[in-house]
């Protein structure tokens, strides 16, 4: 199938994104120039990335008023990136966005297309986004929302995604002629609040040229994908309480928590529940062991039923390897991910039952004495 010419196609966008568009605190109202903060759009970007706009725009002020340049950014500490991203997920946005600052506090910003490639973190769509968006290169950034678009309005059978190539190509000639910064928001745009999985073709200003609205095809264009069954695991998370002192796992440098606190979580499938009932004698007082209800963690490739646990005792031992005993007095400045600022809030409320039995004296021992199983 030949596809018609993508600038006279889209001429619609255009205006229709002038009139409809959204307010945002990263956006420029003048479509037709360079933006005046680069670097606010590639802050934007990195927080967009699998996360919705509600979510992005209290962080993104949040973090423009506490790193409002490249500089300041690239002068502050990893400890204090983590706190003021906590809670938004996918940490290693963060540490991207902290490397791309430094670099750009050092050379400036990239000349082109490619430099923008080199920053941490800048995929092909990254780097096209930030291209377009805040130089006006006219460099086609294809998203989620952008693909459904093009898929349906083109009538693209089968995953869109692999004409990715293509569809650059053909994008590009309208970039050059209605603006690169205009036309790529307003395809994001168009995805994101009238061509939905459920579109609202009704409102859609591309409704006429639209081949998927022509045949009603709209529920099969572009095809859902299946999805793979997330793994799923049980565990305990334990906040193990002492002398005013609270036990964590240190921040590591890699993996999905990376450069975060995290309580020390022992899998039920790792310590067996008939195991627990035996009592074992301690070289002090059996730890008092209180519980709340707990929940389902859900990550994008597992899930984790979790069962919060505190932990009280008389007094501290030797701390695991990887692990350390943190003041409660600077618990609340450490940056946690979401399951683990959960039990942190737990802590602060109230509402803990006691739990009967020498479950908390099990428990602990294996905390001691197989960090290895203490994730």
């Known amino acids: 199938m030949i596809w018609p010419d993508s600038p006279a196609l889209l001429a619609p966008l255009g205006p229709w994104f002038e009139t409809h568009r959204r307010e945002m605190p990263w956006r420029d109202a003048d479509l037709d120039r360079a933006h005046p903060d680069p670097y606010a759009v590639l802050v934007s970007e990195l927080m967009l990335q699998q996360t919705q706009v509600a979510t992005v725009i209290p962080y993104f002020e949040r973090w423009m008023a506490r790193f409002p340049d490249a500089n300041a950014l690239s002068a502050a500490s990893e400890d204090e990136i983590h706190k003021f991203w906590e809670g938004l997920g996918y940490y290693r946005r963060a540490r991207h966005l902290h490397a791309s600052a430094k670099h750009i506090a050092a050379h400036g910003w990239p000349v082109d297309f490619n430099g923008l490639l080199m920053l941490p973190g800048l995929g092909p769509y990254t780097a096209a986004a930030v291209a377009s968006i805040a130089f006006q290169w006219p460099e086609p950034a294809l998203d989620g929302n952008a693909f459904r678009v093009l898929a349906r309005i083109l009538g693209i059978e089968g995953d869109p995604k692999l004409r990715s190539r293509q569809l650059?190509?053909?994008?590009?000639?309208?970039?050059?002629?209605?603006?690169?910064?205009?036309?790529?928001?307003?395809?994001?745009?168009?995805?994101?609040?009238?061509?939905?999985?459920?579109?609202?073709?009704?409102?859609?200003?591309?409704?006429?040229?639209?081949?998927?609205?022509?045949?009603?095809?709209?529920?099969?264009?572009?095809?859902?994908?299946?999805?793979?069954?997330?793994?799923?695991?049980?565990?305990?998370?334990?906040?193990?309480?002492?002398?005013?002192?609270?036990?964590?796992?240190?921040?590591?440098?890699?993996?999905?928590?990376?450069?975060?606190?995290?309580?020390?979580?022992?899998?039920?499938?790792?310590?067996?529940?008939?195991?627990?009932?035996?009592?074992?004698?301690?070289?002090?007082?059996?730890?008092?062991?209180?519980?709340?209800?707990?929940?389902?963690?859900?990550?994008?490739?597992?899930?984790?039923?979790?069962?919060?646990?505190?932990?009280?005792?008389?007094?501290?031992?030797?701390?695991?390897?990887?692990?350390?005993?943190?003041?409660?007095?600077?618990?609340?400045?450490?940056?946690?991910?979401?399951?683990?600022?959960?039990?942190?809030?737990?802590?602060?409320?109230?509402?803990?039952?006691?739990?009967?039995?020498?479950?908390?004296?099990?428990?602990?021992?294996?905390?001691?004495?197989?960090?290895?199983?203490?994730?």
């Open 168 to 375: 650059r190509a053909w994008l590009l000639p309208s970039l050059e002629k209605h603006g690169s910064s205009r036309i790529t928001q307003a395809l994001m745009e168009l995805g994101a609040i009238i061509c939905t999985p459920a579109p609202r073709c009704g409102k859609c200003p591309m409704a006429a040229q639209c081949e998927a609205h022509r045949s009603e095809a709209t529920d099969r264009i572009p095809p859902v994908l299946r999805r793979i069954k997330p793994k799923e695991s049980e565990l305990w998370l334990v906040a193990v309480e002492a002398e005013g002192y609270w036990l964590l796992r240190e921040p590591t440098q890699k993996g999905l928590l990376a450069g975060l606190w995290k309580w020390p979580t022992v899998e039920v499938a790792g310590l067996v529940k008939e195991n627990m009932a035996a009592d074992s004698e301690l070289p002090y007082a059996s730890p008092e062991l209180l519980g709340w209800s707990g929940w389902t963690q859900v990550y994008t490739h597992r899930r984790e039923i979790v069962n919060p646990l505190h932990l009280r005792m008389e007094k501290r031992f030797n701390a695991p390897m990887g692990c350390r005993w943190i003041a409660g007095t600077e618990l609340a400045e450490l940056a946690l991910g979401k399951r683990d600022q959960r039990l942190r809030e737990l802590i602060k409320g109230s509402g803990t039952a006691p739990l009967h039995g020498p479950a908390g004296t099990s428990l602990l021992m294996h905390i001691r004495s197989d960090a290895n199983h203490v994730q």
